[in-house]
């Protein structure tokens, strides 16, 4: 059997590579093509995006994990975390707006709060393999240990899935569908998930 990959926090110093390989994890991407549709500046565009979300947004106020080569990586938002401050949703905006992508992400992100979960739980905001390292269980090691901590803490997890295939991937984890969403009024359908903790 192959080596359980090493999983452990991310650093700052692990930016750039994180956001590159999720970039290519998520160049494919339903939800990625509807917000950025240029396909020859797409994943550069994701690239940037992820690169905020992990510098202004997880990093400071969540959990990110990743693995030894920085192939993978799973962002988390713990319970009762606020809303990121003024300057942080204004890089968002300027970064938006210099893709065209402003209206649809804003759309995007105030359809997905709205049906966030009232109860509370820990979020998994992104989880993402290099494609080139896909189908060696790095999306399963990294789920284990979190879902491990929470299963011990009670504490239920959201998130939403914009793979219909990956949809059985997290049922395989424990999360269940609670429903889903369009995307817009022409974008790709969002299955939204729920996993109680396990009782020990």
């Known amino acids: 059997m192959p080596a359980l990959p090493e999983i452990r926090r991310a650093v700052l110093g692990d930016v750039s590579l994180l956001a590159r390989s999720l970039s290519r994890a998520f160049r494919e991407d339903a939800?990625?093509?509807?917000?950025?549709?240029?396909?020859?500046r797409r994943q550069a565009n994701l690239e940037t995006f992820f690169?905020?979300?992990?510098?202004r947004t997880y990093l400071p106020k969540g959990e990110v994990y990743t693995t030894g080569d920085r192939r993978a990586a799973a962002m988390w938002m713990p319970p009762d975390s606020k809303q990121p401050g003024l300057l942080?949703?204004?890089?968002y905006i300027r970064m938006a707006l210099s893709t065209h992508s402003f209206r649809r992400g804003r759309e995007l992100a105030l359809q997905l709060y709205r049906l966030r979960?009232?109860?509370?739980?820990?979020?998994?905001?992104?989880?993402g393999t290099d494609p080139n390292h896909q189908g060696r269980g790095l999306g399963s090691a990294l789920l284990r240990p979190v879902l491990a901590r929470l299963d011990e803490a009670g504490m239920p997890a959201y998130l939403e899935s914009s793979s219909e295939k990956n949809v059985r991937f997290y049922q395989g984890h424990?999360?269940?569908?609670?429903?889903?969403?369009?995307?817009?009024?022409?974008?790709?359908?969002?299955?939204?998930m729920w996993r109680e903790a396990l009782s020990a």
């Open 88 to 91: 942080v949703q204004l890089a």
């Open 174 to 192: 424990g999360f269940a569908v609670r429903g889903s969403t369009r995307v817009g009024t022409s974008g790709p359908e969002l299955w939204l």
């Open 51 to 55: 690169r905020l979300q992990l510098e």
């Open 117 to 127: 979960p009232k109860e509370r739980h820990y979020y998994l905001g992104t989880i």
């Open 31 to 40: 939800v990625s093509a509807y917000l950025f549709p240029d396909e020859k």
